[in-house]
Nanobody
Framework: QVQLQESGPGLVISSHTLTLTCTVS??????????WSWIRQPPGKGLEWIGD???????YYSPSFKSRASLSRDTSNNQFILHLSNVTPEDTAMYFC???????????WGQGTQVTVSS
């Protein structure tokens, strides 16, 4: 059973960089032809895809976040990481990590972590 757990600060100051880590258990992030996604949901809005990192380490970003987002991974700890720079209060959201099993299909999700950006 694959499990994902997000971790990071609950509160970030405007203009700073948000860093979130997703720790994966029950499967390796470097095998199985899977991708690994970051997705967020602002209050009262729908899900927003931020980006993916493949099992080979290739990265793919939503045009909405490409200028500010950076995905990386720590293979020794089976983690993948989101850096989102120059945050504003509009980046306040619940942030999720998920496994990408097919194009646009995330089959395992973390429980999410709430991030609030203060001005």
């Amino acid at each position: 059973q694959v499990q994902l757990q997000e971790s990071g600060p609950g509160l970030v100051i405007s203009s700073h960089t948000l860093t979130l880590t997703c720790t994966v258990s029950g499967g390796s992030i470097t095998t199985g032809y899977y991708g690994w996604s970051w997705i967020r949901q602002p209050p009262g809005k729908g899900l927003e895809w931020i980006g993916d990192i493949s099992y080979t380490g290739e990265t793919y970003y939503s045009p909405s976040f490409k200028s500010r987002a950076s995905l990386s991974r720590d293979t020794s700890n089976n983690q993948f990481i989101l850096h989102l720079s120059n945050v504003t209060p509009e980046d306040t959201a619940m942030y999720f990590c998920a496994r990408l099993s097919a194009p646009s299909r995330n089959d395992y999700w973390g429980q999410g972590t709430q991030v609030t950006v203060s001005s």
